[in-house]
Structures are given as C-alpha cells and as structure tokens.
C-alpha cells in the first residue's frame, strides 16, 4: 500500500489529453511538501519529469504539466505520442512516521 | 554531466547479505546533494530504502530501518548499501539516485541492478 495513491492504469489515443492523479494526505502533500513525477520508460529507469508540482527539466517537452491542489497533484499530458507510452509516478516528502521520501504506486499509461 | 552506476551481485541467498555500491562520476560527493536508494520489485511499483549525506547523515524506510545501513566513501567517491538477512520479497532492481534536498527528488538515476535472492 502506497503512500500516495495512483490509478494503476489510463489511456488515450494519440493526440488526446491525459490526465493522471496522485492523491496524498495532510503529512505530505497536504502538508505542503511538493510533488514531483518521474516518467519509466519500459526496461529503463526512471527519469524525472515534473519537480516541485509544475516545472520541467531541460529536454521535457511543454506537453507535460503538472498541478498541486489542497491533499492531491495530477500529471497532464496534451498531444499524446505512442513515446508516451510509459509508468508514471509521483513523489513527495513525508513528515510523518510511514517514511520520508515517498512514491506513489505507479500509474501505466497505455496509448491506444 | 553527472552519472551513477550500481554494482555488485545479482544473486543472494536468503539469510545473507546484499551488498550494493553506486559510483558517482561527474560530480563530488563532497560537494552536496543527498544520495538514495530506491528499488522496484518486478512488475511493482518504487520504494524509497534510504538517504545519505556526505557527513554520513543517513535516514531509512521505517519498514527497512532494522535490516539497512547506507554509508558514503567520499575518498572514492561512491555511496553503498547493505541489507541484512534478505528473503524473497527482497528481490527487485535497486537503483541509487541523487536527491535534491530542500526541494526533495531525485534528479539523476542510475541504470538500476537486478538483485534475486534464492538459493
């Protein structure tokens, strides 16, 4: 059991809009503490996508995007690519006593 | 342009030791940042094991706290875990990752290594 919980599964036809959510509690995400998504590629590690809620690294496309509001966060994806085709998962800081760094358990985004 | 890679063996018995190191090249463990270890079960999701700082601060998963000891070697640049008496369920890929603390994720990963345990 997660910490902060992820549909196991979404999916959209290329060039549609996804949208996947993380949902948390009062000890992190409502507590604060930002949310930062990592996309895994099949075989791969991961790779970070989204840091402290909305930002981009260089080299992410402006296709995704991210959003924090009150004790959740969701991952946007517009012009879905068959590349996309991906786990995702969200992160953030946990002050309580189930852990510190904390992931979700992984959403599958299947390009149909 | 940082990167890290994981070692060691691919095949513990139950009962023993797993044994991991993460070389960092491109950057100075001295210089900052936290390092971590995450691993992910096959087919399962990622599971955060632990952090280091480079003055040997360390912090654990309270579910792996009794069995993990992270530790840093700054001399050779390279961070190490230890997980005592393993069974199945510790089989998984472990990757090590640098954390960025203060805004908390991991931005470089390294490429992960599977880790079985049978005998």
């Keep these: 059991q997660s910490v902060l919980t992820q549909p196991p599964s979404v999916s959209g036809a290329p060039g549609q809009r996804v949208t996947i959510s993380c949902t948390g509690s009062g000890s992190n995400i409502g507590g604060g503490y930002d949310v930062h998504w990592y996309q895994q590629l099949p075989g791969t590690a991961p790779k970070l996508l989204i840091y402290d809620n909305n930002n981009r690294p260089s080299g992410v496309p402006d296709r995704f995007s991210g959003s924090k509001y009150g004790t959740s966060a969701s991952l946007a994806i517009t012009g879905l690519q068959a590349e996309d085709e991906a786990d995702y998962y969200c992160q953030s800081y946990d002050s309580s006593l189930s852990g510190h760094w904390v992931f979700g358990g992984g959403t599958k985004l299947t390009v149909l | ?119």
């Design chain 2, 1 to 119: 342009q940082v990167q890290l890679q994981e070692s060691g063996p691919g095949l513990v018995k139950p009962s023993e030791t797993l044994s991991l190191t993460c070389a960092v090249s491109g950057y100075s463990i001295s210089s900052g940042y936290y390092w971590g270890w995450i691993r992910q079960p096959p087919g399962r999701g990622l599971e955060w094991i632990g952090s280091i700082y480079q003055s040997g601060t360390t912090y654990y998963n309270p579910s792996l706290r009794s069995r993990v000891t992270i530790s840093v070697d700054t001399s050779k640049n390279h961070f190490s875990l230890k997980l005592i008496s393993v069974t199945a369920a510790d089989t998984a890929v472990y990757f090590c990752a640098r954390l960025v603390v203060g805004f908390n994720y991991f931005d470089c990963w390294g490429q992960g290594t599977l880790v079985s345990v049978s005998s």
